[in-house]
């Protein structure tokens, strides 16, 4: 698990590319099945809406200690959708000075998602701006990132743009590794069948600790207003 901060800028690390228009979400399974509606619970207008998402653990669905409303995502770097919402998420952290915590969601199928993770887990023990910044880049130049030598070439090059002196294993323990697996674990655990999926949480109380938000472009900056509102957060 990772909290971003809230106001970091994302580095553009190639030359950018206009990029082709992706999908919205990418399925982790190949034909999963929809699930039943989530039914509407007593909380009032900032419930969880029907968008077919059933949980079966919600213990990560919460902001951290010293805020009341935060961002909670489940995303793969390699993932087209991901990285065209990411973006939006950007601006929703800038716009609101929110938490935004993000985890690790791999896709089997995806050939570097798994290196690129780790690699994102060993900037965040150099400064956790650091690691937001790594995967804000992946993310920006994804198309550039088509199989391991590329990510590695991608890697060296983000490590000398920042003078961070990158070792030959970034991981010799295997424990950085670990934790990307603990996360995707966690999602399965969840019942999270596709990346990126987003909640917006909140402290609780009198209000639901939690939405999933359907449309990332539609609905991620209505569902933090209304959260705002509900929780009395400025």
Known sequence: MLIRSPSKPMLRIFDSRRRTRFGRVCLYFLGVASAAAVAFNTFGQFSPPPSGLVLHDTSALKPPPD?????????????????????????????YKIPWIRHDFLIPSHIWSRNAAIKARWFDRQS??????????????????????MLSQFTEKFAADHKVALPFSVDPDGKLEAAVMADTDLAKRMGLTQTPTVFVVTSGGKVAPYVHVSDIDRDLFQDIDQAISDTGSK
Do not use: M, T, W
């Open 67 to 95: 805020a009341r409303v935060a961002i909670v995502e489940f995303a793969d770097l390699e993932c087209p959708a991901c990285a065209r919402a990411n973006p939006v998420l950007q601006d929703a952290v800038a716009k």
């Open 128 to 149: 956790r701006a650091l690691g937001d910044e790594y995967r804000d880049a992946v993310f920006a130049n994804q198309s550039f990132i088509y199989n391991l030598a």
